[in-house]
């Protein structure tokens, strides 16, 4: 009887514990979800951060001075492309080839980014480069890309991760109109 009397009452304990700490868990976790509330977007410590290693392509940056572009400096398409964005020929003929290979530099990104993707653009200027736009949870960051597809092996690509959420009419070569 004693045993009987002394199992109810480690039961009955072990009960009131696992109620209690159910009990507290719940109210830890509401706690915890309220404040995630209020400090998720400034919280450097949440940000989703870019893994570039896992972006890396191996390729080593090709020598500008003797690149074979696959378009001719003289060719329609770069006269074009010079004359619309106000560059000249050599820099348009970098950045239409760059801008036609940039999708594999960013499908790897987004590959990580997921629902954090908002937009991306390619500026067209004298130092063509690839800006994401993500939400806000997403830590800032730039990476230099070396292209390892055939047609632009070797061409760098700067990547700039910016968390700010914008997205607007769609230009030129994805380009978000502000």
């Not at 109810?8 to 404040?35: F, N, P, V, Y």
């Not at 080593?60 to 492309?81: H, M, R």
């Not at 940039?102 to 987004?110: D, Q």
Request: net charge negative.
């Amino acid at each position: 009887m004693a045993k009987r009397l002394t199992s109810m009452i480690i039961i009955a304990a072990a009960s009131m514990w696992m109620l209690t700490g159910c009990d507290q868990g719940a109210e830890t976790a509401s706690q915890s979800s309220e404040a995630s509330g209020t400090t998720a977007e400034t919280s450097a410590s949440t940000a989703h951060t870019i893994d570039w290693s896992l972006i890396a392509s191996g390729e080593t940056p090709a020598n500008l001075a003797s690149y074979q572009y696959p378009f001719a400096l003289d060719s329609q398409n770069v006269l074009d492309y010079a004359d619309y964005f106000n560059v000249d020929a050599g820099t348009a003929q970098h950045n239409l080839t760059i801008s036609m290979a940039s999708n594999e530099a960013l499908s790897k990104v987004l590959d990580q980014l997921s629902e954090q993707y908002v937009s991306h653009e390619l500026t067209d200027d004298d130092e063509m480069k690839l800006i994401i736009h993500t939400t806000p949870d997403v830590a800032a960051s730039s990476y230099d890309y070396v292209l390892s597809d055939k047609f632009a092996k070797g061409l760098v690509l700067p990547i700039e991760i910016k968390p700010d959420g914008k997205k607007g009419d769609v230009k030129a070569h994805g380009e978000v109109a502000e």
